[in-house]
T-cell receptor, first 116, second 119 residues
């Protein structure tokens, strides 16, 4: 069975601080995919990144970076120099290739509040 | 349209009534998913369509829930005899899924959801 744990329910930071959102996953599959989605107050889930289990390279996109470590089953997300517009709920998600349906198993989400 | 479109945005109905929620996926996306987001349960998978077939209905919570997809495009999620615990945001997502190639798990793109409130 798949499971995604986001231990941080809420995080509050002041603008320009760096913040890391933790994600730990469980799966029996050797082939799987990890995702981060952002859900701003407007409600729509916005896709941020996808990684597959064979690619452990860290990735940077502007102020966002992701640290994928298979050894600890973690896929953490760091926002550098946070801004008020980063305030949202962030979800980590996992899908494996079992059954080829790629349904997403989500963590409970982390509510990030960036204060001016 | 450019994104996944869901209607209605909001639906308020009385307990016991039937409701239909509609999803119009991104053009060309063969895979379509329904999820439910509620305070207590977070984001939960309901059903998956590949084309017009639903090979995975494992997330549907009861036989009051059903879904169909026609023409490989629009999907309708129907909840019969609604209960208060059905109150949630129902999210639809689509992706360009190639089932033949397990390495091509394309990201799912979500609609804005339908907020369902059962009185």
């Amino acid at each position: 069975a798949q499971k995604v744990t986001q231990a941080q329910t809420e995080i509050s930071v002041v603008e320009k601080e760096d913040v890391t959102l933790d994600c730990v996953y469980e799966t029996r599959d050797t082939t799987y995919y990890l995702f981060w989605y952002k859900q701003p107050p407007s409600g729509e889930l916005v896709f941020l990144i996808r990684r597959n289990s064979f690619d452990e390279q860290n990735e940077i996109s502007g102020r966002y970076s992701w640290n994928f470590q298979k050894s600890t089953s973690s896929f953490n997300f760091t926002i550098t120099a946070s801004q008020v517009v980063d305030s949202a709920v962030y979800f980590c998600a996992l899908s494996d290739s079992g059954g080829s349906n790629y349904k997403l198993t989500f963590g409970k989400g982390t509510l990030l509040t960036v204060n001016p | 349209g450019a994104g996944v479109s869901q209607s209605p945005s909001n639906k308020v109905t009385e307990k016991g009534k039937d409701v239909e929620l509609r999803c119009d996926p991104i053009s060309g996306h063969t895979a379509l998913y329904w999820y439910r987001q509620s305070l207590g349960q977070g984001l939960e998978f309901l059903i998956y369509f590949q084309g017009n077939s639903a090979p995975d209905k494992s997330g549907l919570p009861s036989d009051r829930f059903s879904a169909e997809r026609t023409g490989g495009s629009v999907s309708t999620l129907t909840i019969q005899r609604t209960q208060q615990e059905d109150s949630a945001v129902y999210l639809c997502a689509s992706s360009r899924l190639t089932s033949e190639n397990k390495n091509s798990n394309q990201p799912q793109h979500f609609g804005d959801g339908t907020r369902l409130s059962i009185l």
